[in-house]
């Protein structure tokens, strides 16, 4: 008897810089200085970019913010909310991007990957890769 493997979306690397670009779009257009990073469904980075101005440290947090996001099928703000109602059994999750700017990339109810912002206030973050991922049509 034959197995029949069901088939599933993929991010591609041409979405990934559009969704980059249309991020950094977004970005410049407010005079903001971030770090955008696209990640595929299993949390491994496709694309990172610093604009000018960009803290170092949001090269780290914004491939972090895309992993929990993208792990978790969910926005990574999910469990920033669940950590500041006190559930901060959620600390101990092995994950390091709880903070708002996680965005899933989600194509017929199906996540594909994620994008993830850093270097302006956490909802801002999160305007940015919403930004990026309209452009994807998601």
Same mark, same amino acid.
């Given at each position: 008897?034959?197995? @029949?493997? +069901? @088939?599933?979306? @993929?991010? @591609? ?23 955008? =990073?696209?990640? !595929?469904? *299993? #949390?491994?980075?496709?694309?990172? &970019?610093?604009? !000018? ?9 914004? +491939?972090?913010?895309? $992993?929990?996001? =993208?792990? /978790?099928?969910?926005?990574?703000? =999910?469990? %920033? !909310?669940?950590?500041? &109602? #006190? ?14 700017? #996680?965005? +899933?990339?989600?194509?017929? /109810?199906?996540?594909? /990957? ?9 909802? %801002?973050?999160? &305007?940015?890769? $919403?930004? #990026?991922?309209?452009?994807? *049509?998601?």
């Amino acid at each position: 008897m034959a197995l @029949t493997l +069901p @088939t599933k979306r @993929t991010l @591609t690397l041409e979405a990934a810089k559009l969704a980059v670009a249309a991020c950094e779009a977004h970005a410049r257009e407010h005079g903001w200085n971030v770090v955008i =990073a696209v990640v !595929d469904d *299993g #949390g491994h980075l496709w694309c990172l &970019q610093r604009l !000018d101005g960009a803290a170092p440290i949001s090269s780290e947090i914004a +491939p972090a913010k895309a $992993r929990t996001a =993208a792990l /978790g099928r969910r926005e990574s703000k =999910a469990y %920033e !909310d669940r950590i500041n &109602q #006190g559930r901060v059994a959620f600390l101990s999750a092995p994950m390091h991007g709880m903070l708002e700017g #996680g965005v +899933p990339i989600v194509v017929d /109810g199906e996540c594909v /990957g994620a994008v993830g912002v850093s270097g302006v206030q956490s909802t %801002e973050d999160a &305007q940015i890769a $919403r930004a #990026g991922i309209a452009a994807l *049509g998601a």
